[in-house]
């Protein structure tokens, strides 16, 4: 289990904090945003944002782990449906979360060039999404992914938790 922890740590470090690190940092510098901004409200609240959002998604990323048994990454996929916590509401909030914490930075530096990077990265994941994850998914869970694609929106929030009753954790 402890592999597993790792292997989660290091896709956490490497992919999530590429696309809203790194990315982030080398569009503002292109686009001329090089220093601190000063204090505001706005930028508190989009400071606030970002750190929920990035717990948003680090929380999902520990729940591949410990519901899962694997990590959110393709090579080394959840071997159990990840149904539980914010899984139960949105079929997708780890990548909420990342979209998130890039419109918190879009706010905090007043860059519409990372509002572009959100948008083009949400699509990018969209496509990844209902062109490999899905189908993939729904080879792998069969009819138990199905039940849950009809209760839980792919972007939009479910009213009503996701419950599998035959499930026992």
């Not at 292109?30 to 930028?43: A, C, L, N």
């Not at 990323?61 to 139960?88: E, M, N």
């Not at 929106?153 to 009753?165: H, I, L, N, S, Y």
Request: with cysteine.
């Amino acid at each position: 289990m402890r592999i597993l922890f790792v292997k989660v740590i290091i896709l956490i470090i490497l992919v999530p904090g590429t696309v809203v690190v790194i990315v982030p940092y080398l569009i503002l510098l292109k686009s001329g945003v090089i220093g601190w901004p000063g204090v505001s409200i706005i930028r508190i609240l989009a400071s606030v944002m970002g750190v929920l959002c990035a717990s948003l998604s680090l929380y999902c990323a520990w729940g591949f782990a410990v519901h899962g048994h694997g990590t959110p990454a393709p090579i080394d996929p959840p071997k159990v449906l990840v149904t539980q916590g914010l899984y139960a509401f949105n079929r997708n909030p780890m990548y909420v979360g990342i979209i998130g914490v890039i419109l918190s930075e879009a706010l905090f530096f007043g860059s519409v060039s990372l509002i572009v990077y959100a948008v083009v990265l949400w699509f990018g994941f969209h496509l990844f999404i209902i062109s490999y994850e899905e189908p993939h998914l729904r080879s792998q869970f069969g009819k138990a992914y199905q039940e849950y694609c009809q209760k839980v929106p792919r972007w939009g929030v479910a009213m009503q938790p996701f419950c599998d009753e035959e499930r026992t954790s």
